[in-house]
């Protein structure tokens, strides 16, 4: 009876001294942590604006972690291919995804069956930026504002509008402004923005969606006319044109984002100091001049701000798409 007691308490000191050093082991790693290089994974090719903002997160977070940050780039299948590279990464703080409205927002709606789960497989770290959308019409069109849009629409006018594509943010945006106006018009995808501006601008279609950057030049030339800007704030870039909301259609907002999350699982302490750096450098001048001048604005939300921003977000694209009856392509 003795020696049993005195095993059963051996075991219980054994169990809590086990216990305890497991709970301080992620402490303890993140204390050590970085330790060695961490990468980046943008999902798309290089040059475009998500590659852009990961190169200004990384040199800012090489200076303040003391390790280098390195971009890697993992295009294909609309981002996610690199997404779920991240999803089944180690959860140690050198593999991180710069996450987009493409990867996270729309695919979760409209893929059922993408490799990644959105909410469950990542950790937020920090927001990084967003680009709005600009509705734009071709100048021959005659449409001057979104009310006029509206009303000629609902007048029974035929009107096209082009997109980058089947489920694309310049796609979507239009696709929720039909639905809150209640009103039709004819989607016709491009390739690529680029073909949908010169059709735009030749009156083959009326209108289009494009992000800033791509709007800015046919505005500001003249070969388009700016609408409306499809966020809560009005673009610095397009300071004169009003947002969608401010002529009728409050809490209207499509404006594409970006962010900065982890693998499920990764250290909330090693969570936390990315965090945290990341919206130290959100708010250096020099970083919201690299921010703007890849035409985007700066953000600089935290961890716990992004998790409540991407579940509404999934709610706000998967009414849109429902709405719109949008099948994978």
């Known amino acids: 009876m003795i020696a049993a007691a005195k095993s059963a308490m051996l075991n219980r000191r054994l169990a809590l001294t086990f216990g305890a050093t497991a709970a301080l082991a992620p402490r303890a790693f993140a204390q050590t942590w970085p330790a060695k290089p961490i990468r980046i994974i943008v999902p798309f090719p290089p040059g475009q604006s998500t590659d852009i903002l990961a190169r200004v997160m990384a040199d800012q977070l090489t200076k303040a972690l003391g390790q280098q940050v390195v971009v890697e780039n993992r295009p294909g299948a609309g981002g996610s291919i690199g997404a779920d590279v991240v999803a089944k990464a180690a959860p140690d703080g ?16 409209i ?46 006018a035929d009107l096209n509008y082009g997109s980058s594509g089947n489920g694309s943010a310049s796609h979507l945006a239009v696709e929720m402004l039909k639905s809150a106006a209640g009103i039709k018009l004819t989607h016709v995808p491009f390739k690529g923005n680029a073909d949908a501006l010169m059709a735009l601008q030749s009156g083959d279609i009326q209108l289009l969606s494009d992000a800033v950057p791509g709007a800015v030049g046919p505005i500001n030339t003249g070969k388009a006319k700016a609408l409306g800007i499809a966020d809560q704030r009005r673009s610095p870039f397009l300071p004169d044109v009003p947002t969608i909301a401010e002529q009728g259609f409050t809490g209207f907002d499509a404006a594409p984002w970006w962010y900065v999350a982890a693998p499920a699982g990764t250290p909330p302490e090693i969570v936390q100091k990315l965090s945290d750096e990341l919206v130290k450098a959100s708010k250096s001048p020099d970083v919201i001049k690299r921010i703007r001048d890849a035409g985007a604005s700066e953000l600089g939300g935290s961890s716990e701000d992004l998790a409540k921003h991407m579940a ?3 709610i706000k694209w998967k009414k849109v798409i429902d709405a719109a009856k949008l099948e994978p392509q």
């Open 94 to 109: 050198y593999t991180l995804l710069m996450v987009t409205i493409s990867t996270h927002g729309i695919a979760p709606a």
């Open 111 to 156: 893929y059922p069956k993408l490799p990644y789960d959105t909410q469950k497989d990542f950790a937020p770290i920090a927001n990084i930026g967003l680009t709005p959308q600009v509705l734009m019409a071709s100048l021959k069109s005659g449409i001057t504002s979104v009310p006029d849009l509206v009303a000629k629409a609902k007048a029974g």
């Open 312 to 314: 509404a977000e999934n």
